[in-house]
């Protein structure tokens, strides 16, 4: 039946995945938007079950993973190339790190930049600390790299890693399913491989769509702070409407003439608002803070890498931390393929050092530059960041720019750089998920990937009708889980299939049990007609 309604809709997928996808994301918001409050409420109550039992498996899982691919890139497997021996990267570094960035956590910084700093130094989320104290301002700048530096970047790293593997090196599909192979062989073009491309896409969905719908709020903020917009509703839906409509063009263009300008554009951008704010701002406590903040997330990471509030319950970690590991799970199918995708020909270890250090380096410097001058621009007085931060974490950026000459010009570079964010964002997760959604000989179709675009679009939209950020957060930390336990099995597969590959055994062997060193590549036929080494 689903084959007859593809043909009749002259689409290139595989059923299974595309149109149950589609068909549960398309449930949620014909729910939503009669019965929000019920929704919301729903998932209220799921995220607090969740944070309070398994709040500790996120927390491990995740410090788990770094440790793991840091020891994989220590360890002989870190070699072995993602492709053929002799294969080379296809891009230079700057573009890759440009891409892999922008289609990362961009948009997230935008928004977090300064309101994360700024709310831990009103509200320190450790006994006896003094708000607005020094200790308070050392712990912000502490607990802000911890959620945007090695622990986010290992969440990407992890499926990137495995998938440019498995897909490079044996010529599986660039899809979830692939990694699996070595447990399920040719299972994963059944429905079991399905299930887990099909939360793959739902993850992928519902994890941009969150950072869209905070996107919006900022974008609707800024233009507020400009040109007096009033911040409603109705306006929001508006913005999402036409940034959708933006990033559905640009994901007609395809990877290298949409996403890739896009990307080299707004890298170049951020770095001039980081330049501007660095150069007017207070540079010398900038330099000063930046060197003790990047010690002080060093001496605390292995502290905070295994920190569950045993001892003492707040539920800071739930709106905090969980919140992160959840939202950042949730996206790793995309941003992993889609790393997979621009990392062909790069070594084991090539890509973890790339992935893991190059992201966080500018990491540390965004918040070294945007986090210290906001927490000094609060201590000094200048302007009431901390009060603006809490009724409203999506003016935070614009209010700290009001202490800052051109602060009008600053804004509005601000409002383009999230504008071009949002778009990178929503292209590179389009183009994902209908490589998640397709087979490897099936043509990519515009209006395939312009349908996982608007999809979007109309779940954050949805989402923000439905209880604005509460929402995003409640349903980011309960959709999260299960994406948690895929990463875990992963580590597990692509451990067994290194370990066999680095011994001269080709996967298919490893799935059959065989135990003759490979001479030439076994062949093996799948359902798709593709040759798997």
């Avoid at 870190?78 to 948009?107: E, Q, V």
């Avoid at 150069?279 to 060197?291: D, K, L, Q, S």
């Avoid at 312009?450 to 929402?471: P, R």
Wanted: charged share 10%; aromatic share 12%.
């Amino acid at each position: 039946m689903l084959e007859k309604l593809q043909r009749r809709l002259g689409l290139q997928t595989i059923p299974g995945v595309f149109f149950t996808s589609a068909g549960i994301a398309a449930l949620f918001v014909l729910l939503a938007i009669p019965y929000d409050q019920a929704v919301a409420n729903a998932f209220g109550v799921l995220t607090g079950w969740v944070a309070q039992n398994l709040g500790w498996f996120y927390i491990l899982s995740v410090t788990s993973l770094l440790i793991f691919l840091l020891g994989l890139a220590l360890s002989r497997y870190g070699k072995i190339r993602l492709g053929a021996d002799d294969s080379r990267p296809d891009y230079s570094n700057l573009t890759w790190f440009t891409m892999l960035f922008a289609a990362g956590i961009g948009t997230i910084l935008m928004f977090w930049g300064v309101a994360e700093p700024v709310s831990h130094l009103a509200r320190p989320p450790f006994d006896g600390v003094v708000a607005n104290s020094q200790r308070a301002a050392s712990d912000a700048m502490t607990i802000a790299l911890y959620h945007f530096g090695l622990h986010t970047w290992t969440i990407f790293a992890m499926p990137g890693l495995a998938i440019g593997y498995f897909a490079y090196r044996h010529n599986l599909p660039m899809r979830i399913s692939s990694l699996f192979y070595p447990m399920l062989g040719k299972r994963i073009y059944g429905p079991l491989g399905w299930a887990v491309d099909v939360i793959a896409v739902l993850g992928t969905l519902f994890g941009v769509a969150t950072s869209l719908g905070l996107g919006t709020l900022q974008l609707n903020s800024g233009l507020s702070y400009l040109f007096g917009t009033p911040t409603e509703g109705w306006i929001q839906v508006l913005l999402i409407a036409v940034i959708t409509g933006i990033a559905a063009a640009s994901v007609a263009l395809g990877l290298d003439k949409g996403v890739r300008r896009l990307s080299q554009v707004n890298i170049v951008l951020a770095l001039l608002l980081i330049l501007f704010v660095a150069v007017v701002g207070p540079t010398v406590f900038i330099a000063e803070g930046m060197v003790q903040s990047v010690g002080n997330y060093f001496k605390d990471l292995p502290w905070l890498a295994f920190w569950t509030e045993t001892f003492a319950e707040t539920g800071w970690q739930r709106q905090w931390t969980l919140f992160y590991w959840a939202w950042t799970i949730s996206w790793a199918p995309y941003v992993g393929i889609f790393i997979a995708r621009i990392s062909r020909g790069r070594t084991i270890r090539e890509f973890i050092a790339g992935v893991l250090f190059a992201p966080t380096v500018f990491t540390l410097v965004w918040f070294g530059v945007f986090g210290l001058s906001a927490i000094n621009v609060e201590m000094s007085g200048q302007v009431a960041l901390a009060e603006q931060v809490q009724q409203d974490p999506s003016v935070a950026i614009f209010a700290f720019l009001e202490a800052f000459p051109l602060a009008d010009i600053a804004s509005l570079l601000s409002i383009i750089i999230i504008v071009i964010f949002f778009t990178t964002s929503s292209d590179s997760a389009s183009l994902v998920i209908d490589m998640l959604t397709r087979r490897d000989d099936q043509p990519s179709l515009v209006r395939q990937r312009i349908f996982w675009a608007t999809s979007q679009g109309i779940i954050a939209a949805t989402l923000l009708l439905a209880g604005g950020l509460d929402a995003l957060q409640n349903v980011i930390t309960s959709l999260g889980l299960p994406f948690c336990v895929l990463l875990i099995f992963m580590a597990v597969s692509l451990f067994r299939a290194l370990r066999a590959d680095h011994r001269g055994y080709s996967v298919s062997e490893l799935v059959q049990g065989r135990a003759f060193p490979q001479v030439e590549a076994a062949s093996v036929q799948t359902q798709e007609g593709q040759n798997v080494s």
